[in-house]
Each structure stands twice: as structure tokens, then as C-alpha cells.
């Protein structure tokens, strides 16, 4: 072998000798030495990827591959796009190192990069595959008719990579709004705000081609009607599950469908676990239901209320179709929501809030708000505190008391008492409706508004009703409007309370989406009329 390699290395040395002294045929004295073209690298491996449309330039290294020392040649270059049609370009450099100038592609996919020897008597060729990919954008925020906005824009590669320090160009001149550009940061992300005057669409463009567009959107949209179809309470919540949980949930709330005592506490265990609530009757587990946690693809079952309020039947029931099923219950409807209390958790404000254990409204009312902060919903009885809410309290490490509703529900005996150990609010009003306003003053968010506004019969006692059951209509849709940053307004059916009609008038501009639920029963659609006109604008 080390005879071998000797050999070879004196043959390269004759071979040289020869070349110099012209004795190599079709090779005169002191004629230029053939190379053979190779690649070698590119200066920057940033080279081999481009994004669409923008205009680069290549820094690439060639070798003679005879000799491994650079390439001293002239060359040419091509580049060969995805549909294999060729198109020369501009190349210059020397001793090794070569650059192409002003290279744009514009059409996503994979190039060749070929680079042949001018010269006669060189060989060889050196090819590389160039990537182009899309530029894209992630859009934060929305664009509200005839108001001034604040987006965040991130503009990546169609990999995830950043763009960063490009020049991109917000195109609003059909919305009313002109047109500006932008340089993004080192993170691929720029912000700007806009007023736009017309509906339509924004564009925003890199390197001539348009990368994302926004959509200008009124200032109010009616969403169409929820379980405008439903004939109870169970249908009912299925519509509702299938409008907010689309694409599945592993998990559910399950409740009793004809009295909400033990559920009144639940909306904020939804939210926890970004779960619908469903129901069923006490006795025997509705089909329906049962079809639509088929259909949500559920594992885990949380049944609210003792085997009274839902059967150990119907959970034996559960159990045999594979689902896993946990109860939360207590001796009563206090104890209940004590024991939801200790699922949900302490929040960080060390806050609870109180409502009378019979005041249904008044607890839904503030659910959706609650369960967006992580606040739960202990219950009480009008003159003092049973002892499992006691209990719960020091659990929770409350230091803040909200009550619900006025004096007729909780009483000031029990509030002065409380406030030797608690801070103490009280968001209580004349009736059901007067005491939602109040919450709603007290919760609206107006920084960061919180959309869609879900109208629902505020008939959820049974008292409320001559006939039949309960409208667990607002209960159901706490849980939805939780999920997508909304809250709901419990509505008589045909009229307007002049509490609610005085919130809307005067908070308006901070609700920019809202949508009916129930049947017509539930909400009239002259009521659905009349609120759609209110809030259009």
C-alpha cells in the first residue's frame, strides 16, 4: 500500500513537469494549465435559502478539483427555476471566490444554481440547489371600522425563521388608511396602528409580494342565533358544545337539567378545564348527550352534584362506556360549590365571590367573569355563612369578598360581620337584572373589552317558569362566553330590563360582537331585533 501511494505521488510530480514544459499533446509551452471546475461552499450558508421575491446576492467558493487549490477561471452562471426553464445571470469574480449579483426569485420552490468554465480548456462544473420559501405573517389584534387600532405583526419564513431587519409595507389605502412601511426587529416583529374609514382589507407586502391580509371588520356584528332549534335543556347544551368546542374536548361538565343549585358554582370548573356543560336527567343518562361526548371525543366526565341530584345509575352508566368519571358533591348545594371551590383554586387576588344559595341569577351573572379569573363561587344563606363556606374560605386563603346581590339575599347583619374578617364588596341591586348591571359596571372590562355579549333568557328558577323546567340557558352559556372571552346578559323573553338598556346605550362602543341563545321562547325575535339596532353602528 505505502508502495502504492509513493507511485501515485511521483506520477503527479511527471505529470506537473510535463505540463510546464509543453510535452503534454494538445498543450503548448507555457499555455494556461486546464482546471476542473468543482464547488467547494458558499461564503454565507444563508446563500442556499431565499425567500420569495427578495433580491440577494451569492457568495459562493469553487475549486479545481485536479489540484483542491481555488478556482482562477472566468464562469458563467444559470439558474434553472421549479418549472426547469433556464435564465442566465451575472457573475463576477477571481481566485476562488465568486459573486452573483442582484439574484430574485419569486416562485416557491427548489432552484439549481449551475456555474460552467468560460475557458476552452477547462472542465468540469459546479451545481447547488437553491430553497425559496414564502414569507408569512402572524397577525395580532383586528382592524375595527372608524376606530384607531394597534396591531403586532410577526413576519417569518414559511420554516418558522424570523425575518428580521426586512422592510415590509402596510397597504391600507383601500380601507381609507394609506399606506406606510415598517422595519421589523431582530424577533421578525413590528407593530402599527390605523384607523381605517371603510370595510375592506389590508395588505401587508414583502418584497413585492403580499404576505397577509387583514380584514376590516364593523365596529358591531349580530352572530347568528345559538340553539335557535333546541326543545330543552339538553339540546340546548349540545348546540352550544358544538358552537364553542368545534374541534372536540376531552373533558365535560355534567349536570342535572331541571334544577341548577349544585351547577350554579360550575362555570368556573369549565373553564379550568376548557370543558362544555353538558346535561342529562337525574335518573337515566340521556342519549343525546351520551351521542355528543361520542362526538366531542371525551375521556373524562365531571359530574356536579350527589348521587340525588344525578344517579349513581347514570354514572355506572358512564363508566361502562369507557369514560372516566369524577363527582363533586356535598351534602347540599353550599357544600357542593365548596367542594367546585377546591377544584378551581386559589387565585391570585385571594378573592371569592359570595352568593345567597337560592339567588340563582345572581350567581351566573358573574360567572363567566369569575371563571376568567380564576375567582370561584362559594354560596350562602341570606343571615350567615354555613359552615362548609367557612371551611372553603379559610381553604382558599380568602382575603376578599365579593356578595351578590342586595340586602334581600344577603343581609347587612351578615356583611357587617364579615367585614371584621374580610375586605368586603357588595354588587347587589333592586333585582336580578339591576344586580347584573351592576356587576357588568363593575366588570366590563374597557381596556381590553370582553366580545362576544351573550343575550340568554334570565328565566333559570324554577319559580321563573308556570310550566316545565328552568331555562339553564345563561348557566350553559357562562361556560361558552368563558371560554371565548365574552360575558352574558340573562334577559327577559320579550322586553328589555331599563338597567341592561341603559349599560348597552352607554358601553356600546366596547362591544364588537354578540349573538342570541336559546329558542324563540327564550328570547323573542322582535327582542333580537330591537338589540341588533341598539348596537349597530
Known amino acids: 500500500m505505502r508502495e502504492k501511494k509513493q507511485l501515485q505521488k511521483v506520477l503527479g510530480v511527471m505529470m506537473m513537469l510535463l505540463l510546464l514544459i509543453g510535452m503534454v499533446p494538445g498543450v503548448a509551452l507555457g499555455a494556461p494549465i486546464p482546471q476542473q471546475l468543482g464547488w467547494q461552499d458558499f461564503l454565507s450558508s444563508e446563500n442556499s435559502v431565499f425567500v420569495a421575491g427578495e433580491t440577494s446576492s451569492i457568495t459562493v467558493r469553487l475549486k479545481d478539483v485536479l489540484t483542491g487549490n481555488p478556482y482562477s477561471g472566468t464562469v458563467t ?145 349580530q352572530n347568528a342565533r345559538i340553539g335557535g332549534t333546541s326543545v330543552d335543556n339538553v339540546s340546548l347544551a349540545i348546540s352550544i358544545a358544538k358552537n364553542g368546542w368545534a374541534t372536540g374536548s376531552r373533558t365535560v361538565i355534567l349536570a342535572r337539567d331541571d334544577e341548577f343549585a349544585d351547577a350554579m358554582a360550575a362555570v368556573p370548573l369549565a373553564k379550568k378545564f376548557n370543558a362544555p356543560i353538558l346535561m342529562t336527567g337525574s335518573a337515566t343518562l340521556d342519549d343525546r348527550t351520551l351521542a355528543e361526548m361520542w362526538d366531542l371525543g371525551v375521556y373524562s366526565i365531571y359530574i356536579v352534584g350527589g348521587t340525588g341530584v344525578i344517579s349513581q345509575a347514570v354514572e355506572y352508566s358512564l363508566r361502562s362506556y369507557g369514560f372516566t368519571t369524577t363527582r363533586i358533591a356535598g351534602q347540599e348545594r353550599h357544600d357542593t360549590a365548596a367542594k367546585i371551590s377546591s377544584a378551581v383554586g386559589v387565585n391570585a387576588t385571594h378573592t371569592v365571590y359570595l352568593a345567597n344559595g337560592y339567588a340563582i341569577p345572581d350567581a351566573v351573572a358573574a360567572s363567566a367573569f369569575a371563571a376568567q379569573s380564576g375567582i370561584p363561587i362559594l354560596l350562602t344563606d341570606r343571615d350567615q355563612l354555613p359552615p362548609s363556606t367557612i371551611q ?65 333568557s334570565g328565566l333559570v328558577r324554577q319559580d321563573d317558569v308556570s310550566s316545565g323546567k328552568p331555562n339553564a340557558d345563561a348557566l350553559l352559556t357562562a361556560a361558552l362566553a368563558a371560554k371565548n372571552g365574552g360575558f352574558v346578559a340573562m334577559i327577559p323573553p320579550n322586553t328589555l330590563p331599563s338597567s341592561l338598556n341603559y349599560f348597552l346605550l352607554f358601553n356600546k362602543g366596547y362591544i364588537s360582537k354578540a349573538a342570541v341563545v336559546g329558542d324563540d321562547g327564550a328570547v323573542s325575535r322582535n327582542l333580537e331585533q330591537q338589540l341588533h339596532g341598539m348596537l349597530s353602528r
Open 77 to 221: 452562471a444559470s439558474i434553472i427555476d421549479p418549472d426547469d426553464n433556464e435564465y442566465s445571470c451575472s457573475i463576477s469574480g477571481s481566485a476562488g471566490n465568486y459573486t452573483i449579483s442582484n439574484l430574485t426569485l419569486d416562485t416557491v420552490g427548489g432552484y439549481s444554481l449551475i456555474i460552467r468554465p468560460t475557458s476552452t480548456i477547462d472542465s468540469g462544473a459546479a451545481s447547488w440547489t437553491i430553497i425559496v420559501l414564502n414569507a408569512v405573517t402572524t397577525v395580532t389584534g383586528s382592524l375595527i371600522i372608524n376606530t384607531n387600532n394597534t396591531l403586532s405583526v410577526k413576519v417569518t419564513d414559511s420554516v418558522g425563521d424570523p425575518l428580521a431587519r426586512k422592510s415590509v409595507t402596510v397597504d391600507g389605502t383601500s380601507v381609507g388608511a394609506g399606506s406606510q412601511s415598517y422595519q421589523t426587529l431582530y424577533d421578525g416583529t413590528f407593530k402599527f396602528s390605523m384607523t381605517p374609514s371603510l370595510l375592506g382589507t389590508v395588505n401587508i407586502s414583502y418584497s413585492g409580494h403580499v404576505i397577509g391580509t387583514i380584514t376590516v371588520l364593523p365596529a358591531y356584528t
Open 392 to 456: 372553603a374560605l379559610t381553604n382558599l386563603n380568602a382575603s376578599n369578598l365579593v356578595l351578590l346581590g342586595g340586602e334581600g339575599v344577603i343581609s347587612t347583619n351578615l356583611e357587617n360581620e364579615l367585614r371584621s374578617t374580610y375586605g368586603v364588596k357588595r354588587w347587589g341591586g333592586q333585582d336580578r337584572y339591576d344586580t347584573q348591571y351592576i356587576i357588568f359596571q363593575n366588570l366590563l372590562n374597557t381596556t381590553t373589552p370582553q366580545s362576544p355579549l351573550y343575550f340568554a
